[in-house]
């Protein structure tokens, strides 16, 4: 019987093809966050002051929620991937480590664009439903025939943002898988250093890998920098996990 | 041409602790099948997801086709491991996983494939993780002899299958074998089961390979003395036996195979026969070693 | 109007309910392709009431109030204390009544919230009429003007008498909708402090040239600028 020479893009290339028809509930939990986002959005803040002879209602809706709650999916869908169950199904077909990497993250990136995208868009269905509410209603966001410029830049902003956030999920999802130490160690850099507000290097740290991307003004530079640190991540993700046993 | 090479492997799966393989060497040739044969724990599940790629080693090195298997795409490829931590994604039904499996292996037989999935009554609807144990191994079985790789590999295939299954994916294995000579490793703690299937016997005990060969060599090692109790007790005092029965005035015992003609000669004058064993048994005296069999647990415990 | 806006309301429980009893029972799973079907469906969804929406946009941004900063709402005020009427827009004006009056002018107030503002100017002659000028009223809610929407009843006259009233109830809501924060960073777009809520209001005011030697009196609630030059 002859050996097959496989080439590594086209089993990647399987792999995702196969990544794309198991994993689908990376789709359908999108799905589910942003249907939630759009449901809190709505009517998020609402005050009212009232005197004898007015009373006023302010009733903010916010595109915020499916926005953050697409960001808390791709992160959790970064993690997930690296997961056992999943590398396990991985490898019951033709993969290596490599090709799994790539595999996974290509879907990562892929279901990322477009919870990025979607992301922006269940603002509408926020802005629709708020539209047939009331009669008269204040838009304070750029729309699409608005704006288009303003509004293309905030679906950029958007993939770019959840992309950032599925990397950094992959890549503490690979650590966690090369050893379960690693959970501790996000907990104290995460939650424990900006508890005690020490000012040691932690949390100088974590204010200045916000501001670095948070304040940063220019666009190109923006998607510069968020390219950047996901070929990084991604790269150390690779690293990490290049001697993890499978199916054990 | 070699398929599989083991040069001087160690396995441990936390440094310092005792190692599931220890120091192994041994070769198997392309077109081969061999059965992986040893009780449970001796370490044959780590020695074949060595030869997968899915684990490595701590010292020494591991050829399959001539590549370190692990991180290999090319042994990916060309070698199949069908054991139970086979998963699927539980969002394929199996006809999915069997279109997957299509796409991944070059030498895929979906006839082959279709037909025994029908053969033995699966729902092309159905998910994998609710099959019973016996049907998920049986639904492993059929991807792995479907695919037809160069090099595949069965571990305990066929553990929660009922016997007529179990006989049924025996013949089809057999069949497929014959049909598409390929590198076969077969794994079972029931050796009597497969052995009218085996043309090698790879022996696994406490990490290492105290046999390897054609099965029949392993059948020579040992022979059974039938004949009167007194009369074979004489001739087998000085040698190890590894297990006897006493039916009435008769006894059968268990010896090596190391007599030599002229013994053969005497034997058959005194009314004993030589009696070739079945493969289990030699396996069975070959594994048990010095410190006997079960019998002997209890035959001592008599004699204290 | 809102029974219509239940319906997407209704449509997401509807989603939710049906995905949490599918992965409850997980016999009953959704098959891949469907769920490829399923999520198409939503995006397409998306898509559609995005364009919508921008449409809506366009057609509302003109019935909306437009947004105008707070200090052009008190610039009526200030012309006012300066007595210079003719720099105030005419759109601001409600009414122009001229009453007679005799020797005495008395202000009361049933209202006690929103009390108009009273000004009064001196003229240079006694001819027993008084000329008023009623000014709209107005209210801005982050700075957006709400003004037309005010509902205001302007003060009853009777034997000499000025009564201000307090006008019928206003009732505003205020709605609103945020583009997502995040999205902001590159637009240039700056956006409220979310859930703040500021508001500016002041009821009609009332500018009165009365007689030059003309007596008022004012009860406590009312609070009257004399405008002199």
């Excluded at chain 1, 958007?158 to 501790?184: C, E, H, N």
């Excluded at chain 1, 424990?192 to 040691?200: D, F, H, I, K, Q």
């Excluded at chain 1, 190109?220 to 920098?225: G, N, R, S, V, W």
Aim: hydrophobic share 45%; glycine share 6%; charged share 20%.
């Amino acid at each position: 019987m002859y050996l097959t020479v496989p080439r590594l893009t086209d089993i990647v290339k399987k792999q995702f093809r196969y990544k794309m028809n198991a994993y689908t509930g990376i789709f359908s939990s999108l799905l589910i966050m942003q249907l939630i986002g759009i449901f809190f959005g709505v009517n998020s803040y609402s005050s009212y002051e009232a005197s004898e002879s007015l009373r006023i209602t302010d009733a903010t809706s916010t595109g915020d929620t499916p926005v953050v709650l697409t960001l808390v999916w791709a992160f959790i869908t970064g993690i997930l991937v690296t997961t056992l169950a999943y590398r396990n199904d991985a490898f019951s077909f033709v993969s290596n480590r490599l090709s799994h990497h790539l595999s996974s993250f290509l879907l990562v990136l892929l279901a990322s664009v477009v919870g990025g995208i979607t992301a922006v868009l269940a603002g509408s269905i926020g802005k629709f439903i708020v539209y047939a509410q009331n009669s008269t209603i204040t838009i304070e966001s750029p729309g699409l025939l608005d704006s288009p410029f303003s509004f293309f830049i905030g679906i950029a902003t958007s993939i770019l943002y959840t992309i950032l956030f599925a990397g950094l999920g992959y890549t503490i999802g690979s650590f966690v898988q090369r050893s379960k130490l690693v959970i501790p160690l996000i907990v104290i850099v995460l939650i424990a250093l900006p508890a005690l507000n020490l000012s040691v290097g932690g949390v100088f740290f974590i204010e200045k890998t916000i501001a670095f991307f948070g304040t940063e003004t220019s666009f190109l530079i923006f998607l510069m920098k968020v390219v950047i640190t996901v070929v990084v991540l991604f790269a150390l993700s690779v690293a990490v996990t290049n001697k993890t046993e499978v199916r054990k | 041409m070699t398929a599989i090479e083991f040069n001087n492997v160690t396995k441990s799966y936390q440094s310092g602790a005792h190692s599931v393989l220890n120091h192994m060497n041994f070769s198997i040739q392309e077109n081969v099948l061999t059965g992986v044969i040893g009780r449970n724990g001796v370490g044959k599940s780590t020695l074949m997801k060595l030869i997968a790629g899915h684990i490595k080693v701590s010292s020494g090195e591991v050829r399959v086709f001539s590549e370190n298997p692990f991180n290999s795409l090319k042994v990916s490829a060309n070698t199949i491991l069908v054991d139970d931590t086979m998963s699927f994604s539980d969002k394929l039904t199996l006809q999915q996983i069997l279109k997957e499996a299509d796409r991944f292996y070059a030498n895929w037989d979906a006839r082959l494939a279709k037909r025994l999935f029908d053969f033995f009554s699966f729902h092309p609807f159905a998910h994998h993780q609710h099959l019973s144990k016996g049907k998920k191994n049986t639904f492993n079985a059929i991807i792995g002899l479907a695919a037809h790789c160069p090099l595949t590999i069965f571990d305990e295939p066929t553990t929660g299958m009922d016997t007529v299954v179990r006989k049924d994916f025996y013949r089809a294995l057999l069949k497929d074998y014959i049909a598409h000579p390929r590198t076969i490793l077969l794994s079972s703690h029931h050796l009597e089961e497969i052995e009218d299937l085996l043309e090698d016997i790879l022996l696994v005990r406490d990490g290492t390979i105290p046999f390897h060969g054609p099965i029949t060599d392993l059948q020579d090692m040992y022979v059974k003395l039938v004949g009167k109790e007194e009369k074979v007790r004489a001739h087998v005092v000085e040698r190890s036996s590894f297990g006897s029965q006493v039916n009435g005035s008769f006894i059968e015992v268990l010896v090596k195979n190391t007599f030599t003609m002229d013994e053969q000669a005497r034997l058959n004058e005194e009314g004993i026969t030589i009696v070739p064993v079945p493969a289990n048994d030699a396996y069975v005296a070959l594994t048990s070693g010095s410190k006997g069999g079960i019998d002997d647990v209890f035959n001592s415990a008599t004699t204290d | 109007m809102t029974s219509f806006g239940l319906i997407p309301i209704f449509a997401v429980v509807l989603i939710i309910w049906y995905f949490l009893r599918t992965t409850k029972h997980a016999k009953r799973k959704m098959n891949t392709k469907w769920i490829y079907v399923f999520f198409a469906t939503y995006v397409f969804i998306l898509v559609i009431a995005t364009v919508v929406v921008g449409i809506l946009d366009k057609k509302t941004a003109a019935e909306t109030p437009k947004q105008i900063p707070v200090d052009s709402f008190y610039s009526v005020d200030i012309a006012l204390q300066a007595g210079d009427l003719s720099s105030i827009d005419s759109s601001q004006i409600i009414d122009k009544r001229t009453h007679r009056i005799g020797d005495m002018l008395t202000i009361t107030s049933k209202a006690f919230d929103l009390v108009p503002n009273v000004y009064i100017e001196r003229k240079d002659v006694n001819d027993g009429l008084i000329e008023e000028t009623i000014f709209k009223p107005f209210l801005a809610i982050n700075n957006y003007d709400f003004s037309e929407q005010m509902n205001y009843t302007k003060p009853k006259w009777e034997n000499g008498k000025m009564t201000l009233v307090t006008p019928s109830f206003t009732e505003i809501t205020y709605t609103s909708y945020q583009e997502a924060f995040l999205l902001d960073q590159f637009t240039g777009a700056t956006r409220r402090n979310f859930g703040s809520h500021s508001s500016d209001t002041r009821q009609i005011t009332v500018y009165l040239r009365v007689p030059k030697d003309l007596i008022v009196k004012t009860d406590d609630h009312v609070s009257v600028d004399y405008v002199t030059d």
